[in-house]
């Protein structure tokens, strides 16, 4: 007898789902769509990395990971239900022209239609908020963008948000007054604010009115240079930022020790030709608070060693340098001697460096172990630079273990994992 086909099609997607606790079905989701180091409080380690390079690492992750959540969601009611909060903890906007079922899903649930009684807006779940559109809905206007700012205006949990567009079609347009208000009107759960690329850079009177109305700011990065005026009397105090990466002309640079009680961290961009009068300044007032830089250094600005001078001389309880090379034979090793640190951290944004690079930098830690008595950790901070190192240049990576041997000296991976491991695994 052969079976009715439309039966039989039903038999075959009959999905049996295993009679599990709630509670056990939410840690299994957890599980299935986690992303490491994106999320409050683990985010807080990487404070001072965060921006572009940071995003490249982890938005193939992110992505995998919501693809995976809109599955969850459709397999049942009940998965739908359980996976729902999890969809929503995280919203990444890679396309304008998804803005609009978002913002009108998010806005219908938040006037309490389409939701189950008793259950939450689906915003108020979101918890990060990653604004990387690749394109615009459309080639003229900025629907988009007002789009953008419905859907901000229907995320009243939001910690984090990080806008990292790259596309060329919006030009040099900064971002609209409406976003900015829209972030303003959220800014009091706000704990990471973080401007990852030049596209839509905030007008600098908008990006301080968002900074103002924040109550628990952890981490304030916008490190380019901003349109528009201010007064330094116009910033508050700002008593949890513990990371601030901001243009040196901003005047965010002349906010007092009291405006800034609990800052540690300092992102410094060395991106500027000319002097920098308030640079000096600021260490004065601050730097014996810092206790860890992160430097993006080019190699061929001008007055650099002026700055490395003012950390030397105005940081006495720096413990951690962080240092990102446009190429590894970028790295001077006479400049950042005079630094006093137990950490180094290690980053080249050049791919597909040659071994010669990588001796260079393998010669110049060797310097820096015996003229950086205090250093203790040297950590290779991109995992990019660590699998070209494993893959492409094996033997400089034994010899620099050879030079090392002995010494009190670790050489890490982005993880923190000695590299010496790597050679004994791999090893026949």
Not at 64 to 70: D, E, K, M, Q, V
Not at 170 to 181: E, K, N, R, W
Not at 212 to 238: D, E
Not at 380 to 396: D, I, Y
């Amino acid at each position: 007898m052969i079976p009715n086909s439309v039966s039989a099609l039903k038999a075959r997607r009959r999905v049996n789902i295993p009679q599990l606790p709630p509670e056990l079905w939410e840690i299994i989701f957890y599980h299935a769509t986690y992303v490491p180091d994106i999320f409050i409080p683990e985010i807080y380690k990487h404070s001072g990395a965060l921006g572009n390079l940071f995003n490249r690492d982890h938005y193939p992750l992110i992505r995998h990971s919501l693809l995976t959540r809109r599955y969850l969601v459709r397999v049942c009611k009940t998965w739908w239900h359980l996976a729902t909060p999890f969809l929503y903890r995280s919203i990444f906007i890679g396309r304008g022209r998804c803005l609009s079922s978002l913002a009108s899903a998010l806005a219908f649930s938040a006037r309490g239609k389409g939701v189950v009684l008793g259950e939450r807006p689906l915003g108020s779940f979101t918890e990060r908020l990653d604004i990387a559109m690749r394109d615009k809905s459309q080639a003229h206007g900025n629907t988009d963008l007002e789009l953008l700012a419905e859907v901000i205006r229907c995320l009243p949990n939001l910690a984090i948000v990080s806008v990292n567009v790259r596309t060329t079609q919006y030009g040099s347009l900064a971002m609209p007054d409406i976003v900015m208000d829209a972030l303003a009107y959220v800014a009091p759960s706000l704990k990471i604010i973080d401007w990852a690329t030049r596209r839509l850079l905030p007008p600098l009177y908008g990006l301080h009115d968002v900074v103002n109305a924040t109550q628990h700011l952890r981490i304030l990065r916008c490190p380019y240079s901003l349109t528009g005026h201010t007064t330094a009397k116009a910033i508050c105090t700002l008593s949890s930022c513990t990371t601030l990466a901001v243009p040196l002309d901003d005047m965010f640079y002349r906010m007092t020790p009291t405006q800034l009680p609990a800052l540690r961290e300092l992102s410094y961009h060395c991106l500027v030709l000319a002097r920098q009068p308030l640079f000096i300044p600021f260490m004065k007032s601050h730097g014996s608070k810092l206790t860890s830089v992160h430097l993006y250094w080019p190699g061929y600005i001008a007055h650099t060693s002026d700055r490395i001078k003012g950390l030397a001389t105005h940081c006495p309880n720096l413990r951690r340098l962080t240092i990102i090379l446009s190429d590894w034979e970028s790295f001077d090793v006479e400049s950042f001697k005079l630094i006093s640190v137990d950490f180094l951290g290690l980053r080249c944004r050049q791919n597909q460096s040659s071994t010669r690079s990588y001796k260079f930098v393998i010669s110049a830690l060797e310097r820096l172990k015996d003229e950086m008595p205090a250093l203790r950790t040297v950590r290779f901070t991109s995992p990019f630079n660590v699998n070209e190192l494993l893959k492409n240049h094996p033997k400089a990576l034994v010899h620099a273990l050879e030079l090392f041997k002995g010494s009190k000296l670790r050489l890490e991976d982005h993880e923190g994992r000695l590299l010496f491991w790597y050679i004994c695994i791999t090893d026949p």
